[in-house]
């Protein structure tokens, strides 16, 4: 494949996509497994890990979604009105989420406090299941006639998707399970390692059994995993996801290694996760009907950005980097930052 | 027809558009003025030690977190927006508009939420310089955020540098006519000087409010109350002209906006009257119970006492906007402009006076105007969006036919969801932020950090100020 500005664009959409995924994985993983820390000190422990870093983790969606009108319009045309009812949840969740940041410290009574509680439980773990779903209905295929979409209402709702979206929930967790393990100790660094040895179990699972699932989604994606020889190719995916497997598994239970190892490690397995959709998707950006280059705006648009995005991105990167330095280290109780 | 308690699927989306993105520009309109603010504070603060200039800063701080926070989350609406109720438009003049925003996130958002944890949290973790440095980039990205969208909307109202493909979408051919648009200087900087004044009302509401409350002994509640007072005195006239400079652009660029804020159905050969009130009866082409000032509107665009003005009937009725809506809509925003104007010169007599501290009914009247400039700057964007239709970009795709090809009732369902939960969130969002406006600002009696000393202890005592401010309320 050439790397022409097209499939620039699309690798650089898919890292923005990955760091969204790196940073607000975790962040919205705090939400999920907050029904598992019922106390009060806990969990505004939890919320105080991420508070300085949560806006910008969630700005790398934004990033996603304005790279793709961008870069693909087309794209974004058709993917957004066949999964409207997912990204209308998505959005609304996020504002639960959002706001509780700021909400839960402004409360005043414990109803109050226990309702924003809830929206970012609720908030987190409904964001996590639409993107997970959303994912799931752009790889199960979206009809297309013309430049619109032409599908059901209710396309998006199969148990595919929601395999996929219950998996996305579950690899959130861990990562938030094992961003605890990080940034805590004591007693909830121990429920952490626990919490994140199950959300470990069952992102791996889910992992499998959507593997197992797509190759029988659409011929292409039969022929691309499983036709011999290219199965030489591929098959380096699935082998390193039983590796880093094995390894996340001994480094939860032993205890001994450093505390970023497991965070690490989890990424290590969504990255590979990555890596197997690009196997399944190429050239498509919508299977099995557009492919990137038929949604590729004209150049002069992908040209004037992609002049600002090679030094601009490198920028944000680095003064992310700073932020996360300033407030790195375990987090004290009592040290609040708010 | 497919339609939802009535309304079809194009006259949803546009509710639902027009709802999500009043709802959001409330949260910028204070958060670019109040940034800004407190990034004065700050750096006066560090200047000259004064910590009444900190306490007022650790007072609007918390309040500027939340109105962010808010804006955040409804900005993240914003951006699926076009996609999911606008993906003919999306496809059609992605090329063009989607780079712009693209340049948002890169150039603004980014900045904003990457110091924003360290304005907030930082202070004592990375010294008072770098903390400075967070503030102003905080405030600077605001300023460019409402640069590059105001740009996408500019060229949405006078589009230029494009040429159209076979797929019929837009595309780009000189960058620097697209960014640059005739109407995009003006926009800019009423928009801007509007957040500007919006958040200087807010401030002058609460430092009223404060001195009503018997705080006038605080020395921060008189200092933010003065410093509002002489911002509104310098920032409601020049609005008023940068208004005026807006209105002459847009004469240049899309007459039959003017023509429909003005009210004036009928052409005037010569010198078109300025019409004061009356009700717009769009369907008879007529203004009733009409109340006006002959030639006054020539001479306000200043085409001269004789000066001939062309009125909605040069166009055919199908490309009129909506005549009622604009004409109130507009008037709302020139009364509340002309009465900040007023507040402004109110204040400076009563400072001049030296009684600025003791005139409760200008207190009274502050507190009253502290949303006016809300108000004034959602009537002003329903002026202007409402204005160019029926067309999204002017003169070239009309909003009917920019919609996504959703049923009637996905939309109405999603709109409803919307009202609900934004009115709940961000109803407890600004229940939240009334409690704090209302919170007396620290009274630092002891005065310690107004002493020049090592910096390093001027940046631990406001922390434990936070701490102890924010503690109290979650225990």
Request: hydrophobic share 55%; aromatic share 14%; with cysteine.
């Amino acid at each position: 494949m050439a790397l022409d500005l097209t499939t620039a664009w699309a690798l650089l959409l898919a890292f923005a996509v990955f760091v969204y995924v790196v940073l607000d994985g975790f962040d919205l993983g705090l939400g999920i497994l907050y029904p598992f820390f019922p106390s009060k000190h806990d969990r505004d422990l939890m919320m105080n890990t991420v508070a300085p870093v949560w806006d910008g983790n969630e700005t790398w969606l934004v990033l996603g979604g304005g790279g793709l009108f961008a870069a693909f319009p087309l794209a974004y045309a058709i993917i957004l009105p066949a999964t409207y009812p997912l990204i209308i949840a998505m959005l609304l969740a996020l504002v639960f989420r959002g706001v509780a940041f700021e909400f839960r410290w402004r409360s005043t009574s414990r109803f109050s406090r226990w309702s924003w509680d809830m929206a970012f439980m609720g908030g987190s773990t409904v964001a996590a299941l639409a993107q997970g779903m959303t994912l799931g209905t752009l790889l199960q295929g979206i009809t297309v006639e013309g430049r619109a979409y032409a599908g059901g209402w209710w396309d998006w709702l199969t148990p595919f998707t929601l395999l996929c979206g219950v998996a996305v929930v579950a690899g959130y967790a861990l990562l938030g399970a094992c961003w605890l393990n990080l940034k805590t100790d004591g007693p909830l660094q121990e429920r952490a390692r626990w919490l994140a040895r199950i959300a470990g179990l069952v992102t791996v699972g889910g992992i499998v059994a959507v593997s197992a699932a797509t190759p029988f989604l659409e011929t292409a994606y039969f022929e691309r995993w499983l036709a011999w020889p290219g199965i030489l190719e591929v098959a380096i995916v699935p082998v390193l996801v039983g590796v880093l497997t094995l390894w996340l598994a001994r480094s939860l239970t032993s205890g001994k290694g450093p505390d970023w190892l497991p965070f690490v490690l989890a990424l290590g397995l969504f990255l590979l996760c990555f890596a197997g959709l690009g196997v399944s998707m190429w050239p498509y950006v919508i299977p099995p009907s557009v492919t990137l280059q038929q949604a590729a705006a004209p150049e002069s648009s992908q040209l004037f950005m992609f002049a600002g995005a090679v030094v601009l991105v490198p920028i944000i990167l680095a003064y992310t980097a700073y932020a996360y330095w300033v407030f790195r280290g375990k987090l004290k109780p009592g040290e609040g930052y708010h | 027809m497919d339609t939802f308690l009535g309304l079809d699927a194009t006259l949803l989306a546009r509710i639902q558009f027009g709802f999500t993105v009043s709802f959001h520009f409330i949260f910028p309109s204070i958060s670019i003025g109040l940034a800004s603010y407190l990034a004065v504070l700050n750096g006066l603060y560090l200047w000259t030690r004064d910590g009444v200039y900190l306490r007022v800063f650790n007072f609007w701080v918390k309040i500027f977190a939340i109105a962010f926070g808010m804006g955040v989350v409804s900005g993240i609406v914003m951006s699926y927006q076009f996609g999911t109720n606008w993906s003919v438009f999306s496809d059609l003049a992605g090329p063009v508009v989607g780079p712009l925003m693209a340049y948002e996130v890169l150039t603004a958002f980014f900045l904003e939420a990457g110091f924003l944890g360290i304005m907030l949290f930082g202070r004592d973790k990375v010294g008072p310089g770098l903390h400075m440095f967070a503030t102003a980039m905080v405030a600077v990205g605001t300023a460019i955020s409402a640069t590059w969208i105001l740009s996408v909307n500019s060229w949405m109202q006078t589009p230029q540098g494009f040429g159209i493909n076979a797929d019929g979408q837009f595309i780009p051919e000189d960058w620097w006519a697209i960014v640059f648009t005739p109407s995009f200087p003006y926009r800019l900087a009423h928009t801007l000087t509007a957040a500007y004044l919006t958040t200087a009302f807010i401030v002058g509401g609460v430092g009223g409010w404060q001195l009503l409350r018997g705080r006038a002994h605080n020395p921060a509640a008189r200092r933010m109350f003065s410093m509002a007072m002489w911002m509104i005195v310098v920032t409601a006239p020049l609005q008023v002209m940068v208004g005026h400079e807006h209105g002459l652009n847009t004469l240049e660029h899309q007459p039959v906006k003017i023509a429909a804020m003005e009210g004036h159905f009928h052409s005037h050969e010569d010198g078109a009257p300025l019409i004061l009130f009356g009700l717009p009866d769009q369907a008879a082409g007529e203004m009733r119970y009409e109340l006006s000032i002959p030639h006054l509107s020539s001479v306000i665009f200043g085409l001269g006492w004789n000066g001939a003005m062309e009125g909605l009937d040069v166009v055919p009725d199908e490309e009129e906007p909506p005549v009622a809506v604009i004409f109130w809509s507009f008037r709302v925003m020139v009364g509340l402009g002309f009465l900040m104007v007023g507040a402004g010169l109110w204040g400076l007599w009563a400072r001049w006076r030296g009684h600025l501290y003791a005139s409760p009914w200008l207190w009274r009247a502050m507190v009253a105007m502290g949303p006016s400039g809300l108000v004034a700057v959602i009537a002003g964007w329903i002026t202007t969006e409402v204005g160019r239709q029926p067309y999204v970009v002017y003169n070239q795709l009309r909003t009917a036919d920019a919609v996504s090809p959703l049923g009637a009732s996905a939309v109405g369902w999603s709109l409803i969801a919307f009202i609900v939960i934004y009115f709940a969130v961000f109803g407890a969002g600004v229940l939240y932020i009334l409690r704090l406006m209302h919170r007396e600002p620290d009274m630092g009696e002891d005065d310690a950090d107004a002493e020049p000393g090592p910096t390093r202890a001027a940046g631990i005592t406001p922390q434990q100020q936070m701490d102890r401010g924010r503690a109290a309320p979650a225990e």
